[in-house]
């Protein structure tokens, strides 16, 4: 099973800036990071998760939130097995456990807290 580990996370203050990374592992036989579509997705205390954004396979087209467009860019680097979360002008609301998913598989989690 593959397995991906967030980090990145943290407390920033509003109007801050973090850059979320999720590193794949586990891929077996012909399997491999390139062939698959990844995600971000997040969620707030008391509220259901949430999709972020998604990015193809190859990186080439990419899918926001509507809310998050312009503030959160998705980006993938195939020869590292990893997808990062740029996020920008970061708000109080952005305040969540943001995961990666693809693969099959889910993370665990990284918490971004936005706080003055």
């Known amino acids: 099973q593959v397995q991906l580990v967030e980090s990145g996370g943290g407390l920033v203050q509003p109007g801050g800036s973090l850059r979320l990374s999720c590193v794949a592992s586990?891929?077996?036989?012909?399997?491999?990071?390139?062939?698959?579509?990844m995600s971000w997705y997040r969620q707030a205390p008391g509220k259901e998760r949430e999709l972020v954004a998604t990015?193809?396979?190859?990186?080439?087209?990419?899918d926001y939130a509507e809310a998050l467009k312009g503030r959160f860019t998705i980006s993938r680097d195939n020869a590292k097995n990893t997808l990062y979360l740029q996020m920008n002008s970061l708000k109080p609301e952005d305040t969540a456990v943001y995961y990666c998913?693809?693969?099959?598989?889910w993370g665990q989690g990284t918490q971004v807290t936005v706080s003055s």
């Open positions: 998913k693809g693969a099959g598989s």
């Open positions: 586990g891929f077996r036989f012909s399997t491999r990071f390139s062939s698959y579509v």
């Open positions: 990015i193809s396979s190859a990186g080439g087209s990419r």
